[in-house]
């Protein structure tokens, strides 16, 4: 059986610090978990001003993005200014090597317990690029990316 936690046991615990070795700086860094207010500023990054477009050519398919890799340098900063314990600017974090802030942010998320799952992710990569195939277009929206198919018949 678990423990009750109270309200100052449950906000402590987001203020727990660990050190994580980060291979692409050959050391370790020190972070903390974010928030789950935290976590919603870097969500609205990644999602800002993205557009997907899937068109039907003949038998070929387009999945464009737009901004994403874009967004995702940017919700990694901000994930990293939010997660370090030191505090860094956008400027010295630009200045670290190719992929460290990506990795800093990957373990920050981790640790914060909402680390990316590449499983989801194909997933919905999948259901978007099956889009066009449904006469209902956006009406299936609403199909969570871990559940089945719209129009997939339901005992």
Not at 39 to 58: F, P
Not at 70 to 97: F, H, I, Q, Y
């Amino acid at each position: 059986m678990s423990e009750l936690l109270t309200k100052q046991q449950i906000l402590e615990g987001t203020r727990g610090v660990t050190t994580v070795c980060i291979e692409s700086l050959k050391g370790e860094v020190e972070i903390h978990a974010i928030t789950d207010g935290e976590y919603a500023q870097v969500q609205r990054v990644v999602t800002q001003g993205l557009r997907m477009t899937i068109r039907k050519r003949g038998d070929e398919q387009e999945f464009d993005a737009g901004d994403a890799a874009k967004n995702e340098r940017a919700s990694n900063v901000l994930t990293c200014k939010l997660g370090l314990v030191e505090k860094w600017s956008d400027t010295e974090l630009d200045r670290l090597p190719a992929g460290a802030t990506a990795e800093i942010a990957n373990a920050i998320q981790e640790f914060s317990g909402v680390s990316k799952d590449p499983e989801k992710e194909q997933e919905f990569l999948r259901l978007a690029r099956s889009f066009r195939d449904d006469e209902r277009g956006a009406a299936d929206s609403d199909t969570p990316p871990d559940g089945p198919p719209a129009g997939t018949p339901t005992e």
